[in-house]
């Protein structure tokens, strides 16, 4: 009589709790949320929050019969590679993640990579440089449009439309920026415009106006953003407005229009060219800004929607591949999709010509000018071009 | 732009960061010449006092100036609150005093950033247009912000010079046990020097936060600075603080426009490395 008891109720425990079985699906979101790169973590991080929260409002995701009830797991790699090591060998060996939203930066998912290739673990990244992808680097993806896609056509359409010959520029003095000044030389050399001006500074400086003095010097017609961080973008615009430069000033990649907008007040950003992903007419996008402003109680950043895509796309991988374990089917089943129907709308991977495989996500893009600190959109882009 | 104006821009740019790295400075120096403590906090002082101007301006619509002042009486009542509850036990024990003020500044950073969030938020522009020295430029708001500093400078001074309050303070940050013989009561020195210290570098955040902008993380860098400037300077010594921040600011602007802001930081390194292997009590500061 004295074991019946335990072992009767070890069976009720063991039986009642069988049909309900739900394991947890952990996804590390390894991104910047602090310092200036955290509007960006910020926004990637709710992105894989948001699709979680979708797919686990359904009973948890759906794999090979299993339910999964999805779990976000978010570190703070502060924007620095080697903290970005550290977070990643937390995520990959203590909570083993086999899927991380992040990083933000291109030094930091270079220095991951290491990591994450060798142990399978599936990457969706927002590093800009052309490195992050590659046939050597088969776990890791790219859900955002980057410099590399999106310069050419816009650099020839603002160009083109807005007269512009010499352009000064201020990058930040790391893999990404190098990177950037390395594609918009090309970009803006090759539709007759000059490149005039390079300032290179560090990541953390908030003066820029030794800096921009010196651009001045150099008698350019528009100063360049693209590279920087949403809030140091608007501190250039800012103080370049206060110095009294009236020419155009150009943000070819990366959409940070609300940051930029937020610290440098409206009448400083008026006119100002942009870059963005999303048309925020779109019926996808704007349920998933307002989705977003639900929960968050603050607006998006334009990278946000890429990678609640992202996410939505490993999801279906996984649902594909029968298995959340199993990387490498799941990163074949991946490479598979089409036409997915997202927050940006339909999109696909793209990418062999330039990286060796498909992993860069393909998506319109826009050019917008900002109008009493909001986008107007003034052309629609491709790789191919923009109208 | 021709080079002697390229110069010309570089030195009066310099001059005015220079004015805003003595604001931090000062608070820092006051700080460590009244309790002996390096207050690893001060960042967050400055970045709560943009917070609280930024909260003036903005949600309550009150003017910029009187929304610094009320910056200024604010912080130093939580300074004199802040060192009463916490830092008491640690007046002149520098190891333990560095510890707990650590400490204070990961609550505070990660208590506005649970308050206001990450994203950097700016506020407008104190005055708009350029002031023309010749064919040399300066934005009006940084000769707004520059006045203001230099005011509340002046003033800062002017109550350490003349003031019976004043002169206690010092005569602390001379000798306290003298000071204490000539009937001076510490207990309401130190709690005053703190809040001082924390005054200004909030008054230095409200000021700063129209020409920046304002987030959980700005303090980091002017805290840097107000760092280099207080060794360079001497601990404790508020003319060589004053001197160092000049010298700083110019060498970082002069040295950012014509080579690069790399180059200016190796060479404020180099500065400060050849200053402490001369003169290792900093250029005013005593020799301990």
Same mark, same amino acid.
């Given at each position: 009589?004295?074991?019946?008891?335990?072992?009767?109720?070890?069976?009720?425990?063991?039986?009642?709790?069988?049909?309900?079985?739900?394991?947890?699906?952990?996804?590390?979101?390894?991104?910047?949320?602090?310092?200036?790169?955290?509007?960006?973590?910020?926004?990637?991080?709710?992105?894989?929050?948001?699709?979680?929260?979708?797919?686990?409002?359904?009973?948890?995701?759906?794999?090979?019969?299993?339910?999964?009830?999805?779990?976000?797991?978010?570190?703070?790699?502060?924007?620095?590679?080697?903290?970005?090591?550290?977070?990643?060998?937390?995520?990959?060996?203590?909570?083993?993640?086999?899927?991380?939203?992040?990083?933000?930066?291109?030094?930091?998912?270079?220095?991951?990579?290491?990591?994450?290739?060798?142990?399978?673990?599936?990457?969706?990244?927002?590093?800009?440089?052309?490195?992050?992808?590659?046939?050597?680097?088969?776990?890791?993806?790219?859900?955002?449009?980057?410099?590399?896609?999106?310069?050419?056509?816009?650099?020839?359409?603002?160009?083109?439309?807005?007269?512009?010959?010499?352009?000064?520029?201020?990058?930040?003095?790391?893999?990404?920026?190098?990177?950037?000044?390395?594609?918009?030389?090309?970009?803006?050399?090759?539709?007759?415009?000059?490149?005039?001006?390079?300032?290179?500074?560090?990541?953390?400086?908030?003066?820029?106006?030794?800096?921009?003095?010196?651009?001045?010097?150099?008698?350019?017609?528009?100063?360049?953003?693209?590279?920087?961080?949403?809030?140091?973008?608007?501190?250039?615009?800012?103080?370049?407005?206060?110095?009294?430069?009236?020419?155009?000033?150009?943000?070819?990649?990366?959409?940070?229009?609300?940051?930029?907008?937020?610290?440098?007040?409206?009448?400083?950003?008026?006119?100002?060219?942009?870059?963005?992903?999303?048309?925020?007419?779109?019926?996808?996008?704007?349920?998933?800004?307002?989705?977003?402003?639900?929960?968050?109680?603050?607006?998006?950043?334009?990278?946000?929607?890429?990678?609640?895509?992202?996410?939505?796309?490993?999801?279906?991988?996984?649902?594909?591949?029968?298995?959340?374990?199993?990387?490498?089917?799941?990163?074949?089943?991946?490479?598979?999709?089409?036409?997915?129907?997202?927050?940006?709308?339909?999109?696909?991977?793209?990418?062999?010509?330039?990286?060796?495989?498909?992993?860069?996500?393909?998506?319109?893009?826009?050019?917008?000018?900002?109008?009493?600190?909001?986008?107007?959109?003034?052309?629609?882009?491709?790789?191919?071009?923009?109208? | 732009?021709?080079?002697?104006?390229?110069?010309?821009?570089?030195?009066?740019?310099?001059?005015?960061?220079?004015?805003?790295?003595?604001?931090?400075?000062?608070?820092?120096?006051?700080?460590?010449?009244?309790?002996?403590?390096?207050?690893?906090?001060?960042?967050?002082?400055?970045?709560?006092?943009?917070?609280?101007?930024?909260?003036?301006?903005?949600?309550?619509?009150?003017?910029?100036?009187?929304?610094?002042?009320?910056?200024?009486?604010?912080?130093?009542?939580?300074?004199?609150?802040?060192?009463?509850?916490?830092?008491?036990?640690?007046?002149?024990?520098?190891?333990?005093?560095?510890?707990?003020?650590?400490?204070?500044?990961?609550?505070?950073?990660?208590?506005?950033?649970?308050?206001?969030?990450?994203?950097?938020?700016?506020?407008?522009?104190?005055? *708009?247009?350029?002031?023309?020295?010749?064919?040399?430029?300066?934005?009006?708001?940084?000769?707004?912000?520059?006045?203001?500093?230099?005011?509340?400078?002046?003033?800062?001074?002017?109550?350490?010079?003349?003031?019976?309050?004043?002169?206690?303070?010092?005569?602390?940050?001379?000798?306290?046990?003298?000071?204490?013989?000539?009937?001076?009561?510490?207990?309401?020195?130190?709690?005053?020097?703190?809040?001082?210290?924390?005054?200004?570098?909030?008054?230095?955040?409200?000021?700063?936060?129209?020409?920046?902008?304002?987030?959980?993380?700005?303090?980091?860098?002017?805290?840097?600075?107000?760092?280099?400037?207080?060794?360079?300077?001497?601990?404790?010594?508020?003319?060589?603080?004053?001197?160092?921040?000049?010298?700083?600011?110019?060498?970082?602007?002069?040295?950012?426009?014509?080579?690069? *802001?790399?180059?200016?930081?190796?060479?404020?390194?180099?500065?400060?490395?050849?200053?402490?292997?001369?003169?290792?009590?900093?250029?005013?500061?005593?020799?301990?």
């Amino acid at each position: 009589m004295t074991l019946l008891k335990p072992l009767a109720l070890a069976a009720l425990i063991a039986f009642s709790s069988a049909p309900f079985a739900q394991e947890t699906l952990k996804i590390g979101a390894l991104v910047t949320l602090s310092g200036a790169g955290a509007a960006w973590g910020t926004g990637m991080q709710h992105a894989a929050e948001l699709a979680a929260d979708d797919v686990n409002a359904k009973g948890g995701l759906d794999v090979g019969g299993k339910k999964y009830k999805v779990q976000v797991i978010a570190y703070d790699d502060k924007y620095q590679a080697n903290e970005a090591v550290t977070v990643a060998n937390r995520l990959v060996y203590d909570d083993k993640v086999k899927y991380i939203i992040g990083p933000v930066g291109s030094a930091p998912v270079l220095a991951i990579q290491p990591i994450t290739e060798k142990n399978q673990v599936v990457v969706m990244t927002l590093g800009f440089t052309a490195k992050a992808l590659g046939t050597d680097k088969l776990y890791t993806f790219r859900p955002n449009v980057t410099t590399a896609e999106v310069a050419g056509p816009q650099i020839e359409w603002v160009v083109k439309t807005r007269n512009v010959k010499r352009v000064g520029a201020l990058f930040p003095n790391d893999e990404t920026g190098q990177q950037i000044a390395k594609d918009l030389t090309t970009a803006y050399g090759k539709v007759g415009a000059d490149l005039a001006a390079k300032e290179f500074f560090e990541r953390d400086r908030v003066d820029f106006v030794p800096l921009i003095t010196r651009i001045l010097a150099a008698k350019v017609d528009a100063i360049e953003l693209d590279g920087n961080s949403p809030s140091t973008a608007g501190l250039i615009t800012k103080q370049a407005r206060e110095l009294g430069f009236t020419g155009t000033i150009i943000r070819t990649g990366g959409p940070a229009t609300q940051d930029i907008v937020n610290v440098a007040g409206k009448q400083a950003t008026e006119g100002l060219l942009v870059h963005t992903p999303i048309d925020p007419k779109l019926p996808s996008t704007a349920a998933y800004a307002q989705a977003y402003a639900a929960k968050y109680k603050r607006a998006m950043n334009g990278f946000s929607p890429a990678f609640y895509d992202g996410t939505h796309l490993l999801f279906e991988a996984m649902r594909k591949a029968g298995t959340v374990s199993d990387t490498a089917k799941v990163v074949a089943e991946l490479e598979k999709i089409k036409g997915h129907k997202g927050a940006l709308g339909e999109s696909s991977w793209t990418g062999k010509a330039a990286y060796g495989v498909d992993h860069q996500l393909d998506a319109p893009f826009y050019v917008a000018e900002v109008k009493d600190g909001q986008e107007v959109i003034r052309a629609r882009c491709t790789a191919s071009g923009c109208k | 732009m021709d080079l002697s104006l390229l110069i010309g821009q570089a030195v009066v740019n310099g001059l005015v960061v220079g004015l805003l790295y003595l604001l931090m400075a000062v608070g820092f120096t006051l700080v460590f010449g009244v309790m002996r403590i390096v207050n690893f906090a001060h960042a967050e002082f400055y970045m709560l006092g943009a917070f609280v101007t930024f909260i003036c301006v903005t949600r309550f619509e009150l003017p910029f100036l009187p929304s610094v002042a009320l910056t200024l009486v604010i912080a130093v009542l939580v300074g004199w609150v802040i060192e009463w509850a916490v830092l008491k036990p640690f007046r002149h024990d520098e190891l333990n005093g560095m510890i707990a003020t650590i400490g204070l500044a990961m609550i505070l950073q990660n208590g506005a950033l649970m308050l206001f969030g990450p994203d950097p938020q700016s506020m407008p522009s104190v005055a *708009t247009g350029v002031l023309r020295l010749g064919d040399l430029l300066v934005p009006n708001s940084r000769v707004y912000v520059v006045l203001c500093s230099a005011a509340v400078l002046l003033a800062m001074w002017l109550f350490l010079r003349y003031s019976r309050t004043g002169r206690a303070l010092r005569a602390v940050v001379q000798d306290i046990e003298i000071a204490q013989i000539q009937g001076i009561k510490a207990r309401l020195i130190y709690p005053l020097g703190f809040g001082l210290g924390v005054g200004l570098a909030a008054v230095a955040g409200g000021l700063m936060a129209p020409l920046f902008s304002v987030s959980p993380f700005i303090g980091a860098g002017p805290m840097l600075k107000a760092f280099i400037v207080v060794i360079l300077g001497g601990l404790g010594s508020i003319p060589g603080a004053a001197l160092a921040s000049l010298l700083l600011g110019i060498t970082e602007s002069v040295a950012g426009t014509f080579l690069s *802001t790399s180059t200016a930081d190796i060479l404020i390194f180099a500065l400060v490395i050849g200053m402490l292997v001369v003169r290792p009590s900093g250029l005013l500061g005593r020799p301990e």
